[in-house]
Antibody
């Protein structure tokens, strides 16, 4: 049974840092691309970052580029999101999500499993 | 960067209604589009991938269509459990953006 469990959220002052973790179980973590998605109050879902199965390829949304860094440790079945220089607009529930690639549909992908989310509040 | 625009939002409907949500991409994305349902306090749930492929276990009242820049999600007969927010997401680019969402609420 696939499980993704996020942790590390909390209340933090603007300009400070936080590291989120997402522990995976029930599947072979090291063969799956992984993503971070957030939901801000009243703003809907926003894609934040992706990391390839081996950690070699990463991409971040423009809104967090240079401040957030996605990484993974396949030996620990864990995905991370290092968040620096946090801003009030980063306040959101942060989800990790597993990428499923459908070879029979031209390689399209979707998120088949999500964590329960962890709340990050940036406020002074 | 690809921009995704959804309409309408919000959408007020009654149980039994046929509901259609539209998603438009700022450039041709082929059929690289997924649809998600999101309820407060829960993780989003995938409904459709590849624009029109129903994910296993999702009720058949949900369907997706379209290609290129214009896509639709249709709920043939709205059920109580379907009152939620719906998001499209392009999966064509390396930065797979979501649309702004459509909240389906009770009329």
């Amino acid at each position: 049974q696939v499980h993704l469990v996020e942790s590390g959220g909390g209340v933090v002052q603007p300009g400070r840092s936080l590291r989120l973790s997402c522990v995976a179980s029930g599947f072979t973590f090291g063969v799956c691309g992984m993503h971070w998605v957030r939901e801000s109050p009243g703003k809907g879902l926003e894609w934040i970052a992706v990391i390839s199965f081996d950690g070699r390829t990463k991409k971040h949304a423009d809104s967090v580029e240079g401040r957030f860094t996605v990484s993974r440790d396949n030996s620990k079945n864990t995905l991370y999101l290092q968040m620096n220089s946090l801003r009030p607009e980063d306040t959101a529930v942060y989800y990790c999500a597993r990428e499923e690639v459908v070879a029979s549909a031209d390689g399209t992908m979707y998120y088949d499993f999500w964590g329960q989310g962890t709340l990050v509040t940036v406020s002074s | 960067e690809i921009r995704m625009t959804q309409s309408p939002s919000p959408l007020s409907a009654s149980v039994g209604d046929r509901v259609t949500i539209t998603c438009r991409a700022s450039q041709n994305i082929g059929k690289y589009l997924s649809w998600y349902q999101h309820k407060p306090g829960k993780a989003p749930k995938v409904l459709i991938y590849g624009a029109s492929n129903l994910v296993r276990g999702v009720p058949s009242r949900f369907s997706g269509s379209g290609s290129g820049t214009d896509f639709t999600l249709t709920i043939s007969r709205l059920q109580t459990d379907d009152f939620a927010s719906y998001y499209c997401q392009e999966t064509y680019s390396l930065s797979p953006r979501f649309g702004g969402g459509t909240k389906v609420d009770i009329k």
